[in-house]
Every structure is written in C-alpha cells, then in structure tokens.
C-alpha cells in the first residue's frame, strides 16, 4: 500500500557567505517560525546566526543553503544549514582566555540534538534539532 505520509514542507533559503548573511538567515528563520506557529524563534535565530556565521568565517566560498522543516514524527522543528566546505567542524576544548572555538559548543547546549551529514556530491550540512 502507499504510504499516505505527507513529506514535510521545506523552507529554504540560498545565500553567499557574506559579513550580511547571519542577519538574512536570522530574519528568514523568524518567518519560518512565524508561518510554523512557533512564538519563540531565540533558539532558532541564535542556531542559524552561529552556523552561518560558521561559513562565513570558516568556509568563506561557495553557497549557503538554510532549510527549516517540522520532523513530524517526533514534533521537533529542524534548522539545517548546507555549505561546500570540505572539512568539517570541531567542538573544541577552548582555554579560558581564548577569544573564539565556543560557538557550536554554545550551540549543542541549546538543541535537543544535533549532527554533521556529508553531501553525496560535496559539503556538508550541519543539522539541529530544536524543541517546538
Ligand atoms: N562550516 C564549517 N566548515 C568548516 N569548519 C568549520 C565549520 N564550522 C566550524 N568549523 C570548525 O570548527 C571549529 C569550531 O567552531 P566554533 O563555531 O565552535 O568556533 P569558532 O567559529 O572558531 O569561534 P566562535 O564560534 O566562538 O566565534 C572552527 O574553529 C572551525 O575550525
Ligand atoms: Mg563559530
């Protein structure tokens, strides 16, 4: 019998990995949130902000892509964001007076979860699980 699974509707969002596309990729998820229904969208903003940042700063080349969608089986809102980067990021151990290496380790603290897929093609994205 076929499925009568409905795939989940996608939003997506292409950028450059400019100094402008954190602030782009903050407002697009504040509209995604809006249309999903979700009131609270900081952890969705702060999400997007550190990853996209991410490639701005660790990639610089290529295209960014943000998807955000409802995984309907278990009722999270997922916050996914592509680039074509070959390495991969890191969470780091960071010294007490080092000035950067926090930001995805901010980030795994505010998600339900999280994780890295690699791109049959290239890239990888980088995927969070946020609690609606
Ligand atoms: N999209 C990415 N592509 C390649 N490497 C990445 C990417 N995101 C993160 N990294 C690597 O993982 C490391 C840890 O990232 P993290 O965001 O925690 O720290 P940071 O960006 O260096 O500093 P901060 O976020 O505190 O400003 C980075 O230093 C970088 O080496
Ligand atoms: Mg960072």
Redesign the pocket.
């Known amino acids: 019998m076929p499925s009568t699974a409905q795939a989940p509707e996608v939003h997506t969002l292409t950028l450059l990995p400019t100094v402008n596309a954190p602030k782009a990729a903050r407002d697009f998820v504040t509209k995604c949130f809006c249309d999903l229904g979700i009131a609270d969208d900081y952890v969705g903003r702060t999400v997007v902000s550190?990853l996209v940042t991410?490639?701005h700063?660790?990639?610089k080349i290529g295209q960014v892509v943000v998807r955000v969608f409802e995984d309907e089986q278990d009722g999270s809102v997922v916050v996914e964001v592509w680039?074509s980067?070959e390495?991969?990021?890191?969470?780091?151990e960071v010294e007490g007076s080092a000035e950067?290496?926090?930001?995805?380790?901010m980030m795994s603290m505010l998600v339900r979860d999280w994780g890295v897929r690699l791109t049959s093609e290239r890239g990888k994205t980088?995927w969070a699980k946020l609690d609606r």
């Not at 390495?87 to 780091?92: D, E, G, Q, T």
């Not at 950067?100 to 380790?105: A, D, E, M, T, V």
């Open positions: 550190e991410n490639v700063k660790h990639v680039d980067g390495k991969m990021p890191v969470v780091r950067s290496g926090r930001g995805l380790y980088i």
